[in-house]
């Protein structure tokens, strides 16, 4: 069993910055994909960004160039740089990491919150 804790969130203005992390209790090198996902209240999970073992990332259109996920296999841990923050970015931020199709895990999300 695995175990992902989150850290970083919280309130920042329009246009600020914050950086995620989400540490794993397992090592990272051995999951498929570790990605990043948010959600607010009323709407579906949505996927951010992801970073795959090969260290290949792709990002969701609404945060294209303003994010940037990262990993480092030593300390098990992954990533997310929030720049340009606005407030349609606030949401409870999920990591997961996934080992196939059938195994996968979440961490308990951390709120990150955009306003002034």
């Known amino acids: 069993q695995v175990q992902l804790v989150e850290s970083g969130g919280g309130l920042v203005p329009p246009g600020g910055s914050l950086r995620l992390s989400c540490a794993s209790s397992g090592s990272i090198v051995s999951a498929l994909v570790m990605g990043w996902y948010r959600q607010v209240p009323g709407k579906q999970r949505e996927w951010v960004a992801l970073i795959d073992n090969g260290g290949m990332t792709t990002y969701a259109d609404a945060v294209e160039a303003r994010f940037t996920v990262s990993r480092d296999n030593a300390k098990n841990t992954v990533y997310l740089q929030m720049n340009s923050l606005k407030p349609e970015d606030t949401g409870v931020y999920y990591c997961?990491?996934?080992?196939?199709?059938?195994?996968?895990?979440w961490g308990q999300g951390t709120q990150v919150t955009v306003s002034s």
């Open positions: 997961n990491e996934r080992f196939n199709t059938m195994t996968t895990y």
